[in-house]
């Protein structure tokens, strides 16, 4: 186990080579905060049967363009776009679906038994205004169903991205929409376009501009002058059809048996042009309107058709990690302490230093929780690491352990030292061991 890193005072790095705005380092003392979540995903996976499925980071711009929409701000604002050497125009991801649609299509996943289910988690990149809870570099994890139109996806997914929060007791809500389909949807579009067009002058810049080429946009702008206009609109629930109506209404009580906190909230569309009937984010409770989501998700029943499949249903959801991180800081939710060693190797001069490399290497075959700091020559400094650490016992060989082919071991809180016969050092700490440090605490 290598020594514990300290972490460095902030120093100033030469401008030229500073971290890009938006973009951050995650750093050994946040990692523990990574594994924690990556490992609650991969449980709810294998709880609910997904399997993982990793597509590239860089992709043709196209995918992106056709899914997420030419007029979305993902698309239009943020995406980092540009030629590569080929005179290709590609994109780095700035979300996920697209690509595991596009990898479901090329790889056949249409002729296997359905529905498929796969799950991610990786970075994403959006070129956004870079503010708390919104970076340029971001990591998201994703949970997919292709393949099945059954609503009952639809609320297994809400619960599973609700239950990801509201397992660790974070107050969280689950904000919950239809906004229909292509059969029902334009005569939505055209009476809410009709209204908004009365109040156009009232709207601000951008969704004067939302108002022609995506008027559902307008629905989920956070400006304070469009919040006043939208009040008094038309709701999808009440134009959708027949067959979307009663695929709301199950989802809802699948819900209800599922006893997710739900709230029909008619403002959530979603940024993305792909969706159709359900929609969802996941809000933490309590907070104001405002607020960034931990997560959203919904069908999308047109998109693997779209990108050249056959018609194939699908829903899905993602969720910010570094958010989700943020809540777990600020809820007060324990993660796992990073696992301490139990003991620590220490070697005075050449040949020493070789034995104890053996003995590291006996060690940890053995399974034994154990540090070094084999390029440190002084004594010294070596019994102050293993101090740092908290090791219970520190296995020494210097000159005279090397003659006599002993290894002292000094217990670190009370100083005592013993002289172990070399050969019997692995049959003896078993018993001064008796109480070994278990490697699954989760104290804070
Ligand atoms: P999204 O709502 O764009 O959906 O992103 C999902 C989550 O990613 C957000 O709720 C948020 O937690 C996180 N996120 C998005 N942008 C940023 C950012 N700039 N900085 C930090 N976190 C961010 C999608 O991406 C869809 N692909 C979800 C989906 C999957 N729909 C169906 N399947």
């Known amino acids: 186990m290598p020594a514990k890193l300290i972490m460095p005072a902030k120093a100033k790095v030469p401008k030229n080579y500073n971290l890009l705005r938006g973009f951050k380092d995650i750093l050994p003392a946040e990692q523990r905060y990574w594994d924690f979540i990556q490992q609650r995903v991969y449980k709810l996976a294998d709880d609910y049967g997904f399997s993982r499925l990793e597509t590239p980071i860089l992709e043709s711009a196209a995918l992106f363009i056709r899914s997420v929409g030419s007029d979305s701000d993902i698309v239009s604002k943020e995406m980092y776009t540009f030629l590569d050497q080929g005179n290709d125009k590609v994109a780095l991801r700035p979300e996920g679906t697209a690509g595991v649609v596009r990898s479901y299509i090329e790889h056949g996943f249409l002729n296997q038994p359905q529905p498929v289910k796969a799950f991610y988690f990786g970075p994403f990149f959006r070129h956004d205004r870079p503010q708390a809870g919104r970076q340029r570099q ?9 393949g099945d139109s059954n609503p009952v996806l639809d609320a297994q997914l809400i619960h599973i991205s609700y239950k990801f929060y509201a397992e660790l007791n974070l107050p969280v809500q689950v904000e919950v929409n239809s906004i229909g389909c292509p059969n029902c949807r334009p005569a939505y579009l055209k009476e809410l376009t009709t209204i908004l067009k009365k109040h156009r002058k009232n709207l601000c810049p951008d ?7 995506n008027p559902l946009r307008v629905l989920d702008c956070k400006n304070k002058d469009c919040q006043a206009v939208l009040t008094d609109l038309p709701q999808t629930v ?16 699948y819900l209800d048996e599922l006893e ?15 969706y159709t009937k359900t929609a969802w984010e996941i809000l933490e409770t309590g907070r104001d309107g ?11 029943d047109e998109l693997v058709n779209e990108l050249g499949g056959r018609p194939t249903p699908a829903v899905g959801f993602a969720c910010g990690v570094e958010r989700a991180i943020s809540r777990f800081k600020n809820h007060d939710i324990a993660v796992k302490q990073p696992v301490r060693p139990e003991l620590y ?5 050449l040949e020493a230093r070789k034995k104890c490399l053996r003995l590291y290497e006996q060690l940890l075959q053995r399974d034994y929780l154990v540090a070094e700091s084999f390029s440190k020559d002084s004594l010294k400094d070596q019994l102050e690491a293993a101090n740092k650490l908290g090791v219970k016992y ?11 082919d002993t290894v002292l071991i000094r217990d670190m809180e009370s100083g005592i030292q013993e002289v172990v016969d070399f050969k019997k050092i692995l049959d003896y700490l078993p018993k001064i061991l008796s109480n070994r440090v278990s490697n699954s605490r989760t104290d804070k």
Not at 138 to 146: N, P, Y
Not at 207 to 213: D, G, I, S, V
């Open 290 to 300: 405002q607020q960034d989501s931990l997560g959203g998700g919904g069908r999308y």
């Open 345 to 349: 190797v220490a070697q005075l001069g």
């Open 394 to 404: 520190t296995l020494m060989i210097g000159q005279k352990e090397l003659v006599d």
């Open 260 to 274: 997710v906190n739900y709230n029909l909230n008619p403002r959530i569309v979603r940024g993305l042009d792909y």
């Open 207 to 213: 969704c004067q501009l939302r108002l022609t080429k």
């Open 138 to 146: 971001f990591w998201q994890f994703g949970f997919e169903v292709l």
């Open 238 to 253: 009440d134009f959708l059809c027949e067959d979307c109506k009663k695929h709301f209404v199950s989802v809802l009580e």
